[in-house]
């Protein structure tokens, strides 16, 4: 009930395109929904972050969609660029709790 | 305004030695975190700390592995007598006090390698 599915596990789109990663969940104590970014080498950095009592979240080109009904959550990059080019986690933490639960993780790959 | 630190960044053991991994949190964190992740997989959670306490180890396994926080100085994880499903790496992330926790910070990463 803890698991946090993500899909697709990679992804090529083109540069200017539309990039689209989904999570889906299972348990409703959910409370918090955060996405990073992670570079090769490097640790996870903060992308944007949503919670459930609001349906979008926007910050420059990146969006969030929520939609608490189906249990479901996704990221859409904008105008994607090269530099994008990264694994994208979706994560959730139980309300009242601390620890993240991670989905499996997209390698996006933005080409020219 | 520093990140989480941690050090060493690439640590080589043989099987049986032990590993010590060290996380420094944001200035003004109080909250630390230890995930592991392994090859192509994502982060799981291992342990939540406070200053001089462990919150919820319900990630850690149950045989050597430990970890602390004290008063003064950096988070340790410890791995003892190690072996090679233990080659990871390791993330520590903070968070501040009295604020949405949910918050997250990461650290760099040590990638541990047993040989």
């Known amino acids: 009930q803890q698991q946090v599915k993500q899909s697709p596990q990679s992804l090529i789109v083109q540069k200017g395109g539309i990039s689209i990663i989904n999570c889906a969940y299972e348990n409703t104590a959910f409370d918090y929904f955060p996405w990073y970014q992670q570079f090769p080498g490097k640790g996870p950095a903060l992308l944007i972050a949503?919670?459930?009592?609001?349906s979008e979240k926007k910050e420059g080109r990146f969006t969030i969609s929520f939609n608490k009904s189906a249990k479901q959550f996704s990221l859409h990059i904008m105008d994607s660029q090269p530099g994008d080019s990264a694994t994208y986690f979706c994560a959730a933490r139980r309300g009242g709790g601390n620890k993240l639960t991670f989905g499996t993780g997209t390698q996006l790959k933005v080409e020219l | 305004n520093a990140g989480v630190m941690q050090n060493p960044r690439h640590l080589v053991r043989r099987r049986g030695q032990e590993a010590r991994l060290r996380c420094s949190p944001m200035?003004?964190?109080?909250?630390v975190y230890w995930y592991r992740q392994l090859p192509e997989e994502g982060l799981k959670f291992m342990v939540y700390l406070q200053k001089e306490n462990i919150i919820d180890e319900s990630g850690m396994p149950k045989e050597r592995f430990s970890a602390e926080f004290p008063k003064e100085g950096p988070s340790i994880l410890r791995i003892q007598q190690v072996v090679r499903g233990d080659s990871a790496a390791y993330f520590c992330a903070s968070s501040p006090p009295n604020r949405d926790i949910g918050t997250q910070y990461f650290g760099p990463g040590t990638r541990l390698l047993v040989l």
């Open positions: 200035k003004g964190h109080s909250h």
């Open positions: 949503i919670r459930p009592d609001v």
